[in-house]
């Protein structure tokens, strides 16, 4: 019993982290992993300011279908 | 042991697909059951992707996970980025998934269930699903460049030229026509109207929030939004019920057309994140919840298919479109076998995100199974409805003679009973005013939908809502594609004028925003008002123009990726993607060929010139019509034209590929292959990259 309801929670918390992942919930986070990654030491963009770059590069190119 | 049931179980699938399909194929009489459709496609699709999709994988493209993919190189955290392979399936399935897979076989149903059917399947699993998967794993090796990179660097510089113009040709038709499937959606009907209409301030709303309440909240602010979509699906109702409020709601084929465009002005102009975005997000999941519902509604209702395999518009006098099942019905159902519109994406985003090279069979040819079977959901909420009322909504009124008695005289005459009182009473369920001529396939569709959902929740008294929540739901994801490809069009125009005048070019100055935005909308707003205003009903020509071109965007997509695979000296392997690519050029040069020059004036744009030429010379076009008889010549040269132009590209392409073959198989030329150098993986094997850290 105990083992079926942590098996439950851990697909519950990957379905949660798939979703925020997918509709772009995390992509601040994920971006600020990434810049932590990375050896540049230029100012990281805030949450608003990355949202916004984000969106206008996503935008610039096909990337809803018929 | 295991082997061998795993075979065992195969064998099972298989035969039950086999099955299915002979049912589907062979049945006659009685109605059929929808279950059927459902076990046929999934265990074709199961069967295609274990030993279809692994033959290409193994021995086609030798897929290579040792090789680090241009996420691992170029990890920058925004477009380069490392992601679960579930993660980027529900990224790239959203991306491709639009209204062609729903709207395409509805109107395609009209030959009956069994043509449509067979092809979204089979053309799913050896062509739509293979350029996919092929184009992506082209990419990969690439660092994710574009179709119309690809084509400039492996075929030529004329070839990737053309690519450029053949999308921005086929964005024109694409837009034109879904925006004339929401005219036909909406045109009279206050409460969609007022539904679709408030999606905008709700979009305003959250992109207001998303940008300065909480920046990038995504999942909370589409929870919300999504509530408020909900809540004026149903408020619509008090809208039609309200005599001055309907009155204004109430809006013409030309009025919407004209808001339509100003729509797409706005949101090609503003800010993406007010408007563009927020609305994107509504509609991803609006468009999630509502096929996975659709899915589950057939699979617990099991309706009854009411649609005979074959109707008598085999011969090609079918009232929705013209033209025989070869090459129409291939031409008509598009996207949900094959679309190369998929190209764009497979060489856009995805594969820039995508974390090793075997996930791109599951990603490229597994999202377009899924997409195919959205197509095969569709074709069964149509072919659910009884025939005679799916022809009454889908007809324009010059081919059944209007509405009430006299269409339903003309659809009953033609095998397919119907009475009128049997329209109005379903008009006056699903809360509308009439369902007489709605040509475009969502009035169709959403009835057909409405069924479903209403016999599991709800029944009769639901039925009306659930109609509605249909035609938003339609009509949220197309004026997303609108919007966004209003949006990408403009950034063509732009990179197009800025070879000229190089300002123009700069996608931040406001005189080049606003005359770029003006420039992409009056090209697909010109055929949107041509189609509303054709009396033929302008689904007859413009959705086979889009089918045509949108087609020929897949030929050139495979055009290119049999180009690689031979420069790759898979010579032997060639026909995986030569065959779908000679069938495609066989049946748009055909359907090319027929919609310009046919003699029959419903089919070939000519012959209707001619037709409309020779009333006007005999006088019997009254005198106030004359000028209008004019334009409708000039539209059907026009469209004659533009369907020319774009056989002429392509053959073109084609041509030049063939050059280019020849002088590879012949040793004329070096075969230069312009791949990424390999770079061995650092990550492990069993790194499933959702974020790094977190697993």
Redesign the interface.
């Known amino acids: 019993m105990q083992r079926a309801a942590k098996s439950t929670s851990r697909l519950l918390r990957r379905f949660w982290?798939?979703?925020?992942?997918?509709?772009?919930?995390?992509?601040?986070?994920?971006?600020?992993?990434?810049?932590g990654?990375?050896s540049s030491s230029s100012r990281p963009l805030?949450?608003?300011e990355?949202?916004?770059?984000?969106?206008?590069?996503?935008?610039?190119?096909?990337?809803?279908?018929? | 042991m295991k082997r061998v049931f795993g075979i065992v179980g195969w064998i099972v699938v298989a035969a039950l697909g086999a099955g299915a399909l002979g049912s589907i194929a062979l049945h006659r009489g009685e109605p059929l059951n929808a279950t059927w459709f459902v076990v046929a496609a999934v265990c074709c699709y199961l069967v295609a992707y274990r030993l279809y999709s692994a033959f290409v994988a193994a021995k086609v493209l030798t897929l290579d996970d040792t090789r680090a993919t241009p996420c691992e190189r170029h990890?920058?955290?925004?477009?380069f980025?490392p992601?679960?392979k579930?993660?980027l399936f529900?990224?790239h399935f959203?991306?491709?998934?639009?209204?062609?897979p729903l709207v395409g076989p509805t109107l395609a149903a009209q030959f009956g269930y069994l043509p449509g059917t067979l092809w979204l399947i089979a053309g799913a699993a050896f062509a739509g699903c293979v350029q996919d998967f092929v184009i992506l794993f082209c990419s990969i090796r690439r660092d994710g460049k574009?179709i119309g990179q690809m084509a400039r660097e492996e075929v030529s510089e004329r070839g990737g030229f053309i690519a450029q113009l053949a999308?921005l040709a086929i964005m024109t038709i694409?837009l034109a026509v879904?925006g004339l499937v929401v005219v036909n959606a909406l045109k009279s009907s206050p409460w969609a109207t007022f539904t679709l209409a408030m999606t905008i301030p709700i979009a305003l709303l959250l992109g207001l929030y998303?940008?300065?309440v909480r920046?990038?909240?995504?999942?909370e602010a589409?929870v919300m939004g999504v509530a408020l979509v909900l809540f004026v699906v149903v408020a619509g109702q008090w809208v039609a019920d309200s005599p001055s409020w309907a009155r204004v709601f109430t809006l013409s084929g030309v009025a919407l057309a004209f808001a339509i465009i100003a729509y797409g002005f706005a949101a090609s102009a503003l800010?993406?994140?007010l408007l563009?975005?927020p609305r994107?997000?509504l509609s991803?999941?609006i468009k999630a919840g509502a096929i996975f519902s659709l899915a589950a509604g057939i699979l617990f209702v099991r309706p009854q298919v009411l649609m005979p395999p074959l109707t008598r518009f085999i011969d090609g006098t079918g009232p929705v479109f013209a033209g025989k099942i070869f090459p129409f019905c291939f031409i008509t159902i598009?996207?949900g076998a094959i679309?190369g519109?998929?190209s764009?994406?497979s060489s856009?985003?995805t594969p820039k995100m995508i974390l090793r090279e075997s996930h791109a069979r599951f990603i490229g040819y597994g999202a377009m199974l899924l997409e195919s079977f959205v197509g095969v959901m569709a074709m069964v909420a149509a072919c659910a409805m009884p025939p005679g009322v799916y022809f009454a909504i889908n007809s324009p009124p010059s081919i059944v003679g209007g509405a009430g008695d006299a269409a339903a005289r003309t659809i009953s005459g033609w095998g397919y009973p119907l009475q009128a009182q049997t329209m109005t009473d379903l008009a006056h369920k699903v809360g509308e005013i009439t369902l007489w001529n709605r040509a475009g396939g969502a009035p169709s569709l959403a009835v057909g939908m409405a069924q479903i959902f209403s016999s599991t929740i709800g029944g009769e008294r639901l039925l009306s809502i659930w109609y509605h929540f249909a035609i938003m739901f339609e009509a949220l994801f197309i004026l997303?594609?609108l919007d966004?490809?209003t949006?990408?069009g403009r950034?063509m125009v732009q990179d197009l004028g800025g070879r000229f005048w190089k300002p123009f070019g700069r996608?931040g100055w406001m005189p080049g925003v606003l005359l770029s935005s003006a420039v992409i909308v009056a090209l697909w707003g010109y055929f949107l008002y041509q189609g509303v205003v054709d009396p033929l009903g302008g689904i007859n020509s413009l959705w086979p123009l889009?089918g045509i071109s949108?087609q020929l965007l897949a030929a050139v997509a495979l055009v290119v990726a049999t180009t690689i695979l031979m420069k790759m000296g898979r010579l032997r392997w060639i026909w995986v993607t030569l065959l779908p690519m000679a069938w495609l050029v066989t049946i748009t040069m055909t359907a090319s060929y027929q919609k310009i020059f046919d003699a029959n004036p419903r089919i070939g744009f000519l012959a209707y010139a001619k037709a409309l030429a020779a009333q006007i010379a005999a006088g019997t076009i009254p005198a106030e019509k004359i000028a209008e008889t004019h334009r409708l010549i000039f539209n059907q040269r026009l469209d004659a034209a533009v369907t020319g132009v774009l056989a002429i590209m392509i053959l073109v392409l084609i041509v030049e590929a063939l050059a280019h073959w020849y002088s590879i198989l012949s040793r004329r030329k070096e075969s230069q292959l312009h791949e990424s150098p390999y770079i061995a993986t650092r990550w492990a094997p069993d790194f499933s990259g959702?974020?790094?850290?977190?697993d």
Do not use: M
């Not at chain 2, 959203?94 to 062609?100: K, L």
């Not at chain 2, 959702?690 to 977190?694: E, K, Q, R």
């Open positions: 982290r798939g979703l925020r992942e997918w509709c772009g919930d995390a992509a601040y986070e994920r971006y600020l992993r990434s810049k990654r990375q805030t949450p608003a990355f949202y916004v770059e984000q969106l206008n590069r996503r935008y610039s190119r096909p990337n809803r279908c018929c | 990890d920058d955290g925004r477009d980025v992601t679960n579930w993660v529900g990224h959203a991306a491709i998934a639009g209204p062609g574009s999308v694409l879904i998303l940008r300065f920046p990038g909240r995504v999942l589409s800010p993406v994140w563009l975005a994107d997000y991803a999941f598009a996207c679309s519109f998929h764009l994406i856009g985003t997303t594609v966004a490809g949006r990408v950034f996608t889009f949108n959702t974020a790094h850290g977190d």
